[in-house]
């Protein structure tokens, strides 16, 4: 039985009774939102009467045009501090992120203070170095897959100039899931898989492989000619198809790098991972499948390297380290 399968049972005996309690919690937070929300929609005409008679030049009382500001940005400002540090917020990572994520992988660790590194971000060899950013992430998980170390966590990473963000469509380089697995030999090429209408690093080398479906979807590239053999035995078919199915299962952008012996995968993702929505009840299993698809799909990819030994590792009887070398 597939952890998939499971998970309906895993929610039923240990998730649905925390869930149960931090909706008590869920309510309570609401209805301090409301009352700060109420407070300040109500003081401000209030205060503006007052001045309109205390104040006989009404001219003036433009001059407390930034104040009103100024209370807006304070309501704004607590509403942020309620949601995002009440025992509500916190209790869910811990009582219902946590647990799922021992739930798939007893040997994964948690911790939503960290995030992958900005060298690992840019060896990956998706992203441009010398465009100016802003990074920043959270959701850190690590561990060991079938005796591959990996680590994973949430990515913000934001353009800094807005002809970066004109010219992409978009103010984020990347904003997702990153992911960095460490092989124990060393990959014989070095390959970069990224979206089909993705922008390619100046300097890497386009190959095409004689699967339709997948050259529909991604592009191969290179950083030496000479790999290609390589990089299209260790892209099989049967690889290339698991790509393709879990593009589709998890139908967002997904980048893919060997490099030397490490392996780097990137999936975007538009919003907050792992995050409950407050303005929605906390018990139902539709919100606990989309925190499993959002973990369980990326490993289960990773588990697909290390049961694939020649993707995994190559094989045990060639030096690939002296090949790549020679």
């Known amino acids: 039985m597939t952890k998939l399968n499971q998970l309906k049972s895993f929610y039923e005996n240990e998730l649905l009774g925390k869930l149960q309690k931090l909706e008590g919690l869920r309510k309570r937070v609401i209805g301090q939102l409301v009352f700060t929300i109420v407070a300040g929609a109500v003081s401000f005409p209030l205060m503006a009467m007052y001045l309109l008679q205390v104040v006989e030049d009404t001219v003036y009382l433009f001059m407390f045009i930034p104040l009103f500001g100024l209370l807006a940005l304070m309501l704004y400002i607590i509403y942020d501090?309620?949601?995002?540090?009440?025992?509500?917020?916190?209790?869910?990572?811990?009582?219902?992120?946590?647990?799922?994520?021992?739930?798939?992988?007893?040997?994964l660790h948690y911790d939503n203070r960290l995030f992958v590194s900005t060298n690992d971000f840019y060896k990956s060899g998706f992203f441009d170095k010398g465009i100016?950013?802003?990074?920043?992430?959270?959701?850190?998980?690590?561990?060991?897959?079938?005796?591959?170390?990996?680590?994973?966590?949430?990515?913000?990473?934001?353009?800094?100039?807005?002809?970066?963000?004109?010219?992409?469509?978009?103010?984020?380089?990347?904003?997702?899931?990153?992911?960095?697995?460490?092989?124990?030999?060393?990959?014989?090429?070095?390959?970069?898989?990224?979206?089909?209408?993705?922008?390619?690093?100046?300097?890497?080398?386009?190959?095409?492989?004689?699967?339709?479906?997948?050259?529909?979807?991604?592009?191969?590239?290179?950083?030496?000619?000479?790999?290609e053999a390589y990089a299209l035995e260790m892209l099989n078919s049967d690889f290339m198809e698991s790509l393709v199915k879990f593009r589709n299962e998890?139908?967002?952008?997904?980048?893919?790098?060997?490099?030397?012996?490490?392996?780097?995968?990137?999936?975007?993702?538009?919003?907050?991972?792992?995050?409950?929505?407050?303005?929605?009840?906390?018990?139902?299993?539709?919100?606990?499948?989309?925190?499993?698809?959002?973990?369980?799909?990326?490993?289960?990819?990773?588990?697909?390297?290390?049961?694939h030994k020649a993707i995994h590792i190559g094989d045990e009887n060639v030096d690939y380290e002296a090949m790549i070398n020679s």
């Open 250 to 307: 998890l139908p967002n952008e997904i980048h893919l790098s060997f490099v030397y012996d490490q392996v780097f995968i990137a999936i975007s993702h538009d919003g907050n991972l792992f995050e409950p929505n407050l303005w929605k009840h906390t018990v139902g299993f539709e919100a606990i499948m989309k925190h499993f698809k959002d973990l369980y799909y990326p490993i289960n990819l990773i588990e697909h390297f290390a049961a």
């Open 81 to 107: 501090s309620v949601y995002k540090n009440t025992a509500f917020y916190k209790q869910y990572k811990r009582e219902v992120i946590y647990r799922l994520i021992k739930f798939i992988n007893p040997s």
């Open 132 to 227: 100016s950013v802003d990074f920043d992430g959270e959701e850190h998980i690590s561990g060991v897959i079938d005796d591959v170390n990996v680590e994973f966590s949430e990515l913000e990473v934001e353009y800094k100039n807005k002809s970066e963000r004109s010219a992409n469509g978009s103010k984020y380089m990347f904003r997702g899931v990153f992911f960095v697995a460490k092989a124990p030999k060393p990959f014989p090429a070095d390959i970069v898989v990224i979206p089909k209408t993705a922008s390619a690093k100046v300097g890497l080398i386009a190959i095409e492989t004689n699967n339709e479906v997948f050259n529909n979807y991604f592009q191969i590239l290179l950083p030496r000619k000479e790999e």
